[in-house]
């Protein structure tokens, strides 16, 4: 019996031991890292190649049409993957963003009301209804998104 508690004993300290040597070695890597000469520039520099190529989260460069294509794509898979998942209403929204910046959106919405459940297409329709009466109220916004407005003949203004 003693030989058991003896064991879970050296074990525990064992354990403690090597979390207490694996903290030491991040803590010890991590100032090393945060010294170095050229870090803080590197650091830089990544943040901002990451802000000019936008994120996949970010709202695209309305000038560059594979910067559109891509959030284009990216909106409909998040908006699929979420309908799929039963969440409605975050699938919608990304499927609106993928409407906004389309240059055809009829077709495309001739295509989703093909596709998707009639509770889901109303609720989409409905999210536009919104965006458009929104955009509209506020047409001067500068950050360059609300002029993203959908228009009768197919295109974006």
Known sequence: MIGVLVNKTSFGILAGLASAAFVGY???FDKKRRSH??????LIERRRRNRK????EGIPNL?????????FMHEIQKGELLISEGSFER???HLMNAIVVCNKPGKLLSVLQNTLPVEVFSLLVYKLNNYNMNAQRAPCMSDGFSAGLVVDDGSVE
Do not use: L, M
């Open 91 to 93: 699938g919608a929204e």
């Open 37 to 42: 000469p050229d870090f803080k520039k590197n």
């Open 53 to 56: 190529s936008g994120g996949s």
């Open 63 to 71: 000038t560059d049409q594979k910067s559109i294509e891509q959030y």
């Open 26 to 28: 991040c803590v010890y």
